[in-house]
């Protein structure tokens, strides 16, 4: 990420999974719900989320030198795809993979660190094309 807008954007973006990752958590309370604990467990991520992406809009500045300028696109469009597939993911635990590899990215590019940023990176690419919603190549 090479400019405080683009780290702005990226916080949108994750903002935006947040809230698709909620509006997936009611509709898992709906017959047949899933398990208490599933649920509260989801909310905790949704929350985790939210500060991520709550803490990248504070940092801008600071992020837009970190060094992620590679990854840069390829993070965007995973992002950008990520909160429409939230949404339409049909199993919990396909949800709760997606998430976890979510704040593993938000926690990478937060912490400023892009030597950590591809696991989780590519993890959600391989998930995005598994569930038929692949990000173009870039």
């Known amino acids: 990420m090479n400019s405080a807008t683009d780290i702005e954007t990226l916080a949108g973006q994750l903002s935006d999974c947040a809230n698709a990752l909620h509006r997936r958590i009611l509709q898992a309370m709906r017959p047949p719900a899933a398990a208490q604990a599933q649920i509260q467990a989801l909310f905790g991520r949704e929350v985790?989320?939210?500060?991520?992406?709550?803490?990248?809009?504070?940092?801008a500045a600071r992020l837009a030198a970190s060094g992620l300028d590679p990854?840069?696109?390829?993070?965007?469009?995973?992002?950008?795809?990520?909160?429409?597939?939230?949404?339409?993911?049909?199993h919990i635990k396909d949800v709760f993979d997606f998430s976890a590899e979510l704040l593993a990215l938000g926690a990478a590019?937060?912490?400023?660190?892009?030597?950590?940023?591809l696991r989780p990176l590519e993890n959600l690419k391989h998930q995005l094309a598994a569930l038929g919603h692949a990000p173009p190549e870039g």
Not at 48 to 59: E, I, M, P
Not at 74 to 90: C, D, H, N, P
Not at 110 to 115: F, V
């Open 48 to 59: 985790a989320l939210r500060s991520c992406a709550n803490g990248l809009y504070l940092d």
């Open 71 to 90: 990854a840069r696109q390829q993070v965007l469009a995973v992002t950008a795809r990520a909160q429409l597939t939230l949404e339409r993911i049909q």
């Open 109 to 117: 590019i937060a912490s400023g660190k892009p030597e950590h940023l």
